[in-house]
């Protein structure tokens, strides 16, 4: 036996490995703020340091155990006085006038992490809207009342002391042991506001600081709002809570400030909260109860940062059992010791539920999201090569799992017992091995397939089509030459970057030249194809214009060596735009291209890839021909889902062949109107391809993010001709998988080409119980053909625990790969049902989760507390992304073609790619540290957030924005753009100038650094203040109300909690 270890993998296997110490990584959320210790739970929940006086400030109420400022939260439905699904409401004017000094505001047992609260401090005053909406008809203004059985002011804690008991009590998700607090803690029954306080003895009375922004916002009172509705009230508050309660663990719904503007009624929840026309006159009734403080819910800000902080500095040692890795925004080292690396396997969960009874109570999805050629990091080493000969992997007899590092060697090692299906196999014995006195075989740390989670095994001949080893695969340049193409200059700029890129073909290790054969063919309404035979002074063209019996006309010159046909291929390159320069060609087919390349690599008989180029609807006479089925008015019908159904099944069979050959089709799309990419991209869908969309592409603004991602695309890790498998061990199964490829079984996923950046996501169902001794396996197996025509099998191994207290599963779950899971079962689900009927689903779903945990997991509390679960206080605001989606609810300039590209994007993206997509990440660039490598804190994405004097960038893996304030400085812009006024700056830039100042280096470095990290090249955008593209930004600003109807995430986590209450009642 022999490890064979390509040159450039890293050090030999069984070294220790470089770069663990003293790592550091690159910035990606907030930094942490100086002077908040950290605490468990970050910036939610901690008190903050320094505050000496124990005596209340004002509006506080040690009833509510935090400081409301002006008024105490009410967002529930437990009194007739308020609306029973008030799911939030304007801002209103100040009425008091006065804000808390900042010390006041660090007198929080649950401290606001950020002193920015709800409105940025570096912001001016956010314009509000006047609050004057009309009321909703057939509902009377109903006025908050002060009743009896509240008081005004409970008395003050005795002592800090006994505010750090109050902070005890408080956790997030996890089960304190305490007595049950009454009704209203927290996010609780409604109590009639009272005015500030006199000052207590020692304590000097309030002054609002100059500088800091005006914080007490009194929203009009309450009026009846349409939407479903809550449980039945709760009837049990009767004389106020005693002080002295501990606060109940969970996360705790505070109202802490303001939150911004209201923009529409959305569908599924109440409309925004509406004014009264008198308001502000009344001169006696204290000011009503207030919406949530979005600086008192969930942060994923927060959350990022706090992951980073604890798991950033470490390697992710992958020895442990069920062990949850980092998020996949922190930037760790992995160390491979038995498990496969996050960066190929993650799970929903890694703590399973022994029952299936079990799993359907909670409603957690059981799913793996396997990358299964995943790019490691350079310090990582690459999955060791193990030939075992002629002989091949050693397998299990039974379920054919392969050698693993769970298998148990039994009878002094001459057999071993499998841990998937419990089968005992003789061990051949070429790989007879002793054991030591623990069990373990002598060479246990000698072959990578005992000791490593992910390893890879070179296939025999048994592994081979036919039963012959394959030849290196061939990829084939299919250029569309009709009118649009030719004209807008895309035809020159793709031959001229080919000649250069065609010397970059993937090649393995110290291989001098790629063994990866090229051809050519052109196509308008015919095919031209190209002999490019070395031997040739010059190219040959041969037309077939019999499209609908699609043949090739050559088999020898087609497909060459790209070093031995130079001067030909070249040649042929400078006379392609020459050839069609004057073409007025302006229909072109689309199925007969794909057929063409099909039967190309039949004929050579090689597994390969189509690069196609196409601009227009495939209207000419031929098989697979689409006529323009566009239809805005579809949408929310039930017949919106053909708009995302192929039109003909002509497609889907023209797939099946191709996959069948390893011909995978990656599809350039260059559309200036609807193209149908639902169809066509069915063919690329199913054969593991991939989709790149440029609409009304421009040479000079587009021609950069066109070429990089050819040249990506070209150059990336690819295996061919694929088929993967998971197994798993007793008691659960792959029951559902999704992504690009195709399945003629149940359990084989058959792809024609899979590179580095695509993932399968399975779905696990229990067929038995699990024991929590044994735990739960999973293998996925992968076999396939490298870029140098050898076949091999890539192993990733893993290992999850099995228990059966609900506390562990909740404890043990990852909100990213959840998102990830929902997003593509609901993706898929809109081929097949309604896009409501998918919205309520997912609503539906995440609410029994979220239920399931305050049910069974949390300490007994009031009715009034949301409260979720640790690792799980994310999943509202990510999911509401989720629903905001232009696939599930589509703005009125979001294209057919657009939601059906992002729909096929989407199903095969890995969790840092979703993760990006729906929750962008958000840079202050103004705040940058010129003289620093890392990136500066990201911030929340809200139009709150922005500040009109500073510059940010959003990204989402697809665009890049560069959001510049109407009064950023003048020398800012100077040195960013190299105009002297905002008024200059043009919209149409593509990319940034090149400045030789500091401003301009970093942020011209920042977006390289973005770039580098996602799989495609992101447009950017320059957005200005008040101008027309900033609709399309603040799109993307996902925390608040969006156009389209989508609900702020304030909003959404009301109406979860609503529909919680709702389940639990």
């Excluded at 209103?92 to 010390?103: E, F, H, I, N, V």
């Excluded at 609260?117 to 909406?133: D, F, L, V, Y």
């Excluded at 689309?590 to 227009?616: D, M, N, R, W």
């Excluded at 500073?950 to 400085?969: A, K, P, R, S, T």
Aim: aromatic share 8%; charged share 15%.
């Amino acid at each position: 036996m022999s490890v064979n270890q390509p040159a450039h993998t890293g050090p030999p296997y069984g070294r220790p490995q470089p770069g663990y110490q003293g790592y550091q990584q690159p910035a990606y959320g907030g930094q942490p703020l100086p002077g908040v210790p950290q605490l468990q739970y970050g910036a939610y929940n901690g008190p903050m340091p320094g505050y000496q006086q124990p005596a209340p400030p004002q509006g506080y109420f040690p009833s509510l155990g935090f400081p409301s400022k002006g008024s105490p939260v009410s967002l529930n439905s437990d009194t007739s006085s308020l609306a029973p699904n008030f799911i939030g409401s304007l801002r209103a004017p100040s009425t008091s006038g006065a804000s808390l000094p900042s010390d006041h505001l660090t007198y929080s047992p649950f401290g606001q992490g950020d002193v920015q609260n709800g409105i940025p401090t570096s912001a001016a005053p956010m314009q509000r809207p006047p609050a004057s909406q009309p009321y909703l008809p057939g509902s009377a203004s109903m006025p908050v009342t002060q009743t009896p059985t509240f008081q005004q002011y409970g008395p003050p804690p005795a002592s800090v002391q006994q505010l750090s008991n109050h902070m005890a009590g408080m956790t997030i998700g996890t089960v304190a042991a305490s007595a049950a607090p009454p009704a209203g803690l927290g996010y609780g029954a409604p109590r009639p506001p009272t005015m500030p306080g006199p000052p207590l003895p020692g304590q000097t009375a309030p002054v609002p600081p100059a500088s800091q922004p005006n914080h007490v916002f009194s929203p009009p009172p309450p009026t009846s709002m349409s939407g479903p509705q809550p449980g039945p009230p709760m009837s049990s508050l009767h004389g106020p809570p005693p002080p002295t309660h501990p606060p109940q663990p969970g996360y705790q719904m505070q109202q802490n400030g303001s939150f911004g503007q209201v923009r529409g009624p959305q569908p599924n929840y109440g409309a925004a909260y509406p004014g009264t026309p008198n308001y502000g006159r009344q001169p006696g009734p204290p000011p009503p109860p207030k919406r949530l403080d979005p600086d008192s819910i969930p942060s994923p800000i927060q959350v990022i940062e706090d992951d980073r902080n604890n798991c950033g500095s470490e390697p992710f040692v992958t020895g442990v059992r069920g062990q949850v890795p980092p998020l996949v925004t922190t930037d760790f080292l992995v160390k491979d010791q038995g498990n496969a690396s996050p960066r190929y396997i993650r799970c929903t969960s890694y703590n399973i539920p022994c029952t299936s009874d079990m799993a359907k109570q909670s409603q957690v999805p059981l799913a793996a999201v396997i990358k299964p050629l995943a790019t490691l990091r350079p310090e990582e080493t690459l999955p060791y090569l193990v030939d075992h000969g002629e002989s091949g992997p050693v397998r299990c007899n039974r379920c054919k799992a392969y050698m693993c590092p769970f298998m148990q060697f039994i009878e002094g090692g001459r057999r071993f017992q499998c841990c998937f299906c419990s089968c005992v196999t003789e061990v051949p014995p070429h790989y007879f091995q002793h054991l030591d006195h623990t069990g373990k075989r002598v060479d246990f740390y000698d072959r990578p397939e005992l000791s490593l989670g992910s390893y890879e095994f070179l296939a025999t001949v048994d592994y081979c089509k036919n039963n012959k080893f394959p030849s290196p695969p061939a990829f084939i340049f299919m250029i569309d030459v009709s009118y649009n193409a030719v004209k807008s200059g895309l035809v020159r700029l793709i031959c001229e970057e080919l000649k250069s890129l065609l010397d970059y073909l993937p090649r393995e290790g110290n291989m001098e030249e790629s063994a990866i054969r090229v051809g050519f063919v052109t196509y308008n309404k015919v095919l031209h194809f190209y002999n490019v035979k070395s031997s040739l002074a010059q190219p040959q063209m041969m037309v077939v214009s019999d499209v609908a019996d699609m043949f090739v006309p050559l088999l020898d010159g087609f497909l060459v060596n790209v070093n031995e046909s130079r001067t030909v291929i070249a040649s042929l390159l400078d006379q392609i735009p020459e050839m069609f320069a004057d073409t007025r060609e302006t229909e072109t087919v689309f199925a007969p291209v794909i057929q063409a390349g099909l039967e190309a690599l039949k004929a050579a008989e090689c597994a390969g890839k189509l690069f196609i180029f196409h601009t227009s609807l495939p209207i000419a006479e031929a098989p697979g021909k689409l006529k323009n089925r566009d239809d805005k008015k579809l949408i929310n019908t039930d017949k919106e889902k053909t708009l995302f159904q192929a039109q003909t099944s002509f497609y889907n069979n023209l797939a099946k062949d191709c996959v069948t050959q390893g011909c995978c089709v990656d599809l350039f799309l260059f559309p200036n109107q609807y193209l149908d990419v639902a169809t066509l991209g069915v063919v690329t869908y199913q054969t593991g391809g991939s989709i790149y969309k440029y609409a009304y592409f421009q040479l000079e603004t587009d021609q950069d993010r066109f070429l990089n991602d050819l040249r990506r695309d070209v150059q990336k890790e690819v295996g061919f001709d694929a088929v993967m498998r998971v197994r798993t061990s007793t008691g659960i199964r792959a029951t559902d998988f999704f992504g690009a490829f195709y399945m003629s079984n149940t359990t084989d996923v058959e792809m024609a080409g899979l590179d580095c950046d695509k993932t399968i996501t399975v779905e696990f169902k229990h067929d038995d119980k699990l024991s929590e001794d044994s735990g739960a396996l999973l293998q996925c197996a992968l076999l396939y053909t490298s870029c140098t025509g050898q076949r091999r099998l890539r192993i990733h191994n893993l290992s999850l625990n099995c228990c059966t207290q609900l506390a562990d599963l909740y404890r043990n779950c990852e909100t990213d790969t959840l998102i990830n899971y929902l997003a593509k079962y609901a993706y898929r689900g809109v081929l097949s049902s309604p896009v409501k009927t998918v919205r309520d689903a997912l609503i539906s779903q995440c609410a029994q989760i979220l239920a399931c945990y305050r049910k069974n997991c949390a300490s007994p509390s009031s009715a009034g507390q949301l409260i979720l679960p640790e690792c799980m206080k994310l999943l509202p605001v990510y999911l509401n992304c989720v629903l905001k989606s232009d696939v599930l609810q589509p703005g009125l300039e979001v294209t057919t073609d657009d939601r059906a590209y992002i729909r096929q994007l989407v199903t095969s993206m890995d969790v840092a790619e979703t993760n990006v997509f729906f929750y962008p990440r958000l840079l202050p660039l103004t705040k940058a540290d010129v003289d620093s490598d890392s990136l500066p804190a990201a911030i929340r994405n809200s139009e709150e957030r922005l500040s009109k004097g500073d510059i940010y960038l959003l990204e989402n893996g697809l665009n890049i924005f560069v959001w510049v304030g109407v009064n950023v400085q003048q020398g800012l812009i100077q040195n960013l753009f190299g105009v002297s006024s905002f008024s200059q700056i043009s919209n149409g830039l593509s990319t940034l100038p090149v400045l030789e100042n500091p401003f301009s280096k970093k942020v011209r470095s920042i977006i390289d650094m973005l770039q580098m990290q996602r799989s495609r090249y992101m447009k950017l955008i320059i957005v200005k203040q008040e101008d027309k593209l900033e609709m399309l930004f603040k799109h993307f600003l996902v925390e608040d109300k969006s156009l389209s109807g989508g609900a702020s995430y304030v909003d959404f986590l009301c109406h979860m909690h609503k529909e919680i209450r709702q389940l639990l009642s």
